[in-house]
Each structure stands twice: as C-alpha cells, then as structure tokens.
C-alpha cells in the first residue's frame, strides 16, 4: 500500500500485520481519486473508519488542507499516526478514537464541517447505513459535499435521505464505491 501521488508520492504506508483491517486496493484508490480529481485541492477531510489512514493520507497527500481521522481501535489509530509522521503531515491532522456514528453528532456539536468524507466499515453490518442516517441528523458536509462509501457489492444503500444523492457508483470486484452528494435542504 503505498501513496499514489501528491507531496508523499510512492511513500509504503505501514499495514497491519494480523488483525482484521482491509485497507482500499491502490487500483480502487487510484480510481476514486481520479473521479474526485482537483475538488481535493485545498478540502476539508474526515476519514472515518480510518484503518491505516490510507484514504486520508491519500488526499493530504493531493493538497487536502485538513484531514481528521476516526476509529474505535486504539491499534489502528495507533498505525495511521504512524503513516501520519512518515509522511509529515502532523500538522494537518488529528485523530480520534471513538464510534464513527457517535462521533459525527460530537463533531457536528463543535461546529466542525468537511468537504469529504471517506467512510470505509467493515463490510456488510450495515455501518454506511448508519452513518447516512447519523449525517442526515448531524450535517457534517458542507453543501455540495460528497460522502464516499466504500462498501460490499452485496451491501445496499437503500433509500436515500432527501439532502443526499447518489451522484456515482462504480464497482470493483467485490467493492462498491459510492459517491453520495449532500446538498443542504
């Protein structure tokens, strides 16, 4: 797993050796940050469900100004701080140990806001569900902002709530990323 482009170009992130994380193939990376393109330049991120910071570092890396990450493993927040200092970014970061529903309502609270934010659960627990339902309450993107979920091919959405609309999805064997805008109602 490595930093496809940017600032941390070709930098190997630290991936964890045996416990139950599944960071984003760089192909299905790669492919999702060529749809987002230069919207990342200069955006607000929320990296939920962080993992090994992969997704975050990914856009910090493209000129996000301000990535904050989430997970409720102490482990891998442990392991995204980690690729945090590789790549020096611990100026433009923060992390965050805690349930990513919870959370959004905290964050929401603070008064904090976000271009982008990457959800990426463990698959098939219905977790993308439940953030959508925990956004549709605590606002966290900005309007016109995109959720992107990466979830199971298996995995639906269901019905949408009316501030968001499914804009894209693509499939990548047995990983569906789904590009969700929000828009304020």
């Known amino acids: ?36 393109g230069s919207k990342i330049i200069g955006a607000q991120v929320l990296d939920l469900f962080a993992g090994t910071g992969n997704l975050g570092l990914e856009s910090w890396s493209r000129g996000a100004e301000k990535i904050v990450f989430t997970d409720t493993s102490k482990e891998s927040l442990r392991l995204v701080e980690s690729n945090i200092a590789k790549c020096r970014a ?27 934010i ?32 990466e979830h199971s091919a298996h995995d639906e959405l269901g019905t949408l709530p009316p501030q968001f609309e499914l804009v894209r999805c693509e499939t990548y064997g047995e990983t569906k990323i789904s590009f969700i805008r929000f828009a304020k109602v």
């Open 1 to 36: 797993m490595r930093i496809i482009t940017g600032r941390a170009r070709g930098l190997k992130l630290t991936t964890p050796k045996n416990w139950d994380v599944r960071p984003t193939a760089d192909r299905v990376k790669e492919s999702l940050f060529n749809i987002i």
């Open 118 to 149: 990457f959800a990426d659960p463990p698959y098939n627990k219905g977790l993308v569900q439940k953030v959508i339902a925990a956004l549709a309450e605590s606002p966290l993107l900005n309007d016109g902002g995109y959720l992107i979920a």
């Open 90 to 116: 611990q100026e433009d970061t923060e992390t965050i140990c805690g349930d990513a529903c919870q959370l959004i309502g905290r964050l929401h609270k603070k008064g904090m806001s976000f271009d982008f």
